[in-house]
């Protein structure tokens, strides 16, 4: 007993001493209770209701995303225990001159929730559910889709638009458009934004909304984290269906499959819908429309009529009834670490044929284990209505994701990523724009065209809003802290 006792207070007495109580900025190092009398001067660490990480084997967690390609050590971890945490935060890391990145679930592929020697929030900690009604959603930014989903179709409600997975945070999909298979008719998720609750670079707290502070609310919403923190959104629900019935329309070829879609997104006879091009063993292409009808568990939609005047292969249509719940959450949530070098663009309607034709054509795996496939997704850019989710201007448009598994081998991983600047590049020429989750070297005067006359108001509001360049531009969008 004597001996358990006098142990737990030694390591008491260890843990107190090795407790970090501030920052030196002129070491860029942080300040240990044992160490603080020799210190000299430091900034002291506000008081958390959460907790900050220090350690190793945490900085090495946060130093990784989905992608596995850029490794950024952070000098630690913010867990927030509230708003107040990460308002506190902030100001000390602008005191200290300490980048800061926000982080859902790092489910973006290239660094663009990590930062080198800086602070990571991680949003995830804050994740409550503050108010459901008929039509809206109060919720934290760090509540994942799937959580999401789960409550609101408790009570028959549903996001008008789902990402095709459903395991990253609020703040993540609304940092970079959030589109999926519902797109075509409902835009993106930003553009069913009602309100946001963030917090800025000087650590203030404000309400954002088309009516109250509009020039920071059209930048938090799609501005990859440049201007502040998202903490919590008052969101759109519309009725949801319980059931939907699923069909894969097979192609003989990639033009009558494009041609199909455009009509049905003119037509909007599915709910949701998104193509395929699937690489086949021998070499060639198989053509796949996922289409999807949601209904009543009594009323099985009519085959005949929605398919009627399609151009699919007809025999090899394949059809599966599911519930609601089953369809949205079909993706699992976790992942084997693996390298991921995807690259999403968006193409526009009147040049996506000639260029997935050279993808068909240059699209090569490098290695037994590179594996991908190509996802469409339709759009109709005027149903986007925030002004920095940059879609082509056209009647149609079409989200374009390689979406690839790669071999664990430094010189593959940098050929995929030339090949990804290269379609980047081509596609660029064409007219089409970049989603900015990819795995695409850009520089700072690519992310100036990619916003092109939009870029003076991001500019604007990160003047106005992080006056000292708190927040990290995680995929070095701005030139010398511009
Ligand atoms: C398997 C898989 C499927 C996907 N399917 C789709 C899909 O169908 N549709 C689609 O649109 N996307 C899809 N994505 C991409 C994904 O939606 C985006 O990468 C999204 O940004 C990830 O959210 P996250 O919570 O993981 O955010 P993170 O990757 O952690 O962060 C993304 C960006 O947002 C910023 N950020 C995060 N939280 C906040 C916050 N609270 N405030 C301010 N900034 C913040 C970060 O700094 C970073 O710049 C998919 C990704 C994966 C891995």
């Not at 804050?126 to 889709?145: F, K, Q």
């Not at 946001?196 to 920071?216: F, K, Q, W």
């Not at 599966?320 to 991921?340: E, G, H, N, T, V």
């Not at 374009?400 to 071999?407: E, K, Q, S, V, Y």
Request: glycine share 8%.
């Amino acid at each position: 007993m004597q001996t358990n006792l006098s142990r737990r207070s030694f390591i008491k007495a260890v843990a107190s001493a090795s407790l970090v109580v501030g920052f030196q900025a002129a070491s860029g190092t942080w300040v240990t209770a044992a160490h603080a009398a020799e210190a000299g001067d430091f900034a002291k660490l506000p008081p958390l209701d959460g907790t900050l990480h220090l350690d190793e084997a945490t900085r090495n967690e946060y130093a990784q995303d989905f992608g596995q390609i850029v490794h950024e050590q952070p000098l630690a971890v913010l867990k927030p225990g509230s708003p107040r945490d990460i308002s506190r935060v902030i100001r000390f890391a602008r005191r200290n001159g300490i980048p800061i990145v926000g982080r859902g679930k790092s489910h973006t592929t290239f660094g663009q929730s990590q930062v080198q020697a800086g602070l990571v929030i991680d949003m995830s900690t804050l994740a409550s559910i503050h108010a459901i009604t008929d039509e809206t959603i109060t919720v934290d930014a760090g509540m994942r889709w799937y959580d999401l989903l789960k409550a609101t179709l408790e009570q028959g409600l549903m996001p008008p638009v789902l990402p095709d997975y459903i395991g990253q945070t609020v703040g993540g999909t609304l940092s970079v458009g959030g589109i999926g298979g519902m797109s075509f008719k409902f835009g993106a998720q930003i553009d069913h934004v009602l309100e946001l609750t963030v917090i800025t670079g000087t650590g203030a707290v404000l309400r954002c909304s088309l009516t109250e502070n509009r020039d920071l609310f059209e930048t938090v919403l799609a501005g990859q984290g440049q201007v502040a923190v998202i903490v919590q959104a008052v969101l759109r629900l519309m009725p949801a269906p319980t059931n939907v019935r699923l069909y894969d329309l097979f192609y003989a070829d990639l033009p009558t499959m494009m041609a199909d879609l455009n009509l049905l997104m003119e037509e909007e006879r599915f709910d949701q819908m998104e193509g395929w091009l699937l690489p086949q063993p021998n070499g060639g292409w198989a053509y796949l429309l996922e289409v999807i009808a949601f209904h009543a568990p009594d009323g099985p939609p009519d085959d005949a009529t929605l398919l009627a005047g399609l151009h699919h292969v007809t025999s090899a249509t394949q059809t599966a009834d599911l519930s609601f719940w089953a369809w949205a959450s079909r993706i699992p949530l976790d992942f084997p670490k693996r390298p991921r070098p995807w690259i999403d663009l968006f193409l526009p309607g009147s040049t996506a044929l000639d260029f997935l034709g050279h993808v068909q054509a240059t699209l090569r795996p490098l290695a037994a284990d590179d594996r991908f496939s190509v996802l469409l997704i339709p759009m109709r850019p005027a149903r986007s209505t925030r002004p920095l989710f940059r879609v082509p201007n056209e009647a149609y448009a079409f989200g374009f994701d390689i979406l690839r598994t790669a071999p664990n081998d430094p010189a593959a991983i940098e050929a995929i990523l030339a090949y990804n600047r290269e379609l980047y590049d081509k596609n660029r020429a064409m007219g089409g724009t970049n989603y900015p989750i990819s795995a695409v070297r850009l520089t700072p005067e690519d992310w100036q065209r990619h916003y092109g006359p939009e870029f003076p108001r991001l500019l604007a509001a990160r003047h106005r809003y992080d006056p000292d360049n708190v927040f990290a531009s995680g995929p070095d969008m701005f030139r010398n802290n511009q």
